[in-house]
T-cell receptor, first 112, second 116 residues
Framework: GENVEQHPSTLSVQEGDSAVIKCTYS??????FPWYKQELGKRPQLIID?????GEKKDQRIAVTLNKTAKHFSLHITETQPEDSAVYFC???????????FGKGTKLSVKP | DAGVIQSPRHEVTEMGQEVTLRCKPI?????LFWYRQTMMRGLELLIY????????DSGMPEDRFSAKMPNASFSTLKIQPSEPRDSAVYFC??????????????FGEGSWLTVV
């Protein structure tokens, strides 16, 4: 089955700096890659996603890139703000399955 | 829409007791998922349903865990008997169609289970 690896597990940046989180997946049939943000004590919420027919997608300060050949995808947050502090999860669709397999998460801390 | 609704939000129970977690998916969503979240293991998929039928239960840890979906608007996750290592946040989630078709999965607020 699908396996998703996520790095780093923790990331600390200064306000205004950029943050990058990277994920790799194992199943070449996977074709949907969402990113979720989870604030302390809250539910994971979708912040951006990318499909396999697209190499990059941007939404204001957030961007995702996908390299299908290398089977990795990344989340880029620019001009980080304290409210970006949270745990971020990458996920991949389980090949041709209906489910999502999640990475272990990255705890991002943005210092004012 | 009210989103995915879970109950109870918090439960503290004694080891050996039966625990039942409940979920109402978003109306019209054909897929329902149960995930478990712990610090050590992250977000683990336990089981998911398509049109009320269990598709993959390979993530269910052991026979103490069972899940049902008697109709399109209700699902339960049962633990019997409960053990302290079952303490975790259990999330129910739903999606309109398959994730492989690029459909977003929406999470409920979670059920925080503590087994003492």
């Amino acid at each position: 089955g699908e396996n998703v690896e996520q790095h780093p597990s923790t990331l600390s940046v200064q306000e205004g700096d950029s943050a990058v989180i990277k994920c790799t997946y194992s199943d070449s049939a996977s074709n949907y890659f969402p990113w979720y943000k989870q604030e302390l004590g809250k539910r994971p919420q979708l912040i951006i996603d990318i499909r396999s027919n697209v190499g990059e997608k941007k939404d204001q300060r957030i961007a995702v890139t996908l390299n299908k050949t290398a089977k990795h995808f990344s989340l880029h947050i620019t001009e980080t703000q304290p409210e970006d502090s949270a745990v971020y999860f990458c996920a991949a669709s389980g090949g041709s399955q209906g489910n999502l397999i999640f990475g272990k998460g990255t705890k991002l801390s943005v210092k004012p | 829409d009210a989103g995915v609704i879970q109950s109870p939000r918090h439960e503290v129970t004694e080891m050996g007791q039966e625990v039942t977690l409940r979920c109402k998916p978003i109306s019209g969503h054909d897929y329902l998922f149960w995930y478990r979240q712990t610090m050590m293991r992250g977000l683990e998929l336990l089981i998911y349903f398509n049109n009320n039928v269990p598709i993959d239960d390979s993530g269910m840890p052991e026979d103490r865990f069972s899940a049902k979906m008697p109709n399109a608007s209700f699902s339960t996750l049962k633990i019997q008997p409960s053990e302290p290592r079952d303490s975790a946040v259990y999330f129910c989630a739903s999606s309109w169609w398959s994730a492989s078709s690029g459909n977003t999965i929406y999470f409920g607020e979670g059920s925080w289970l503590t087994v003492v």
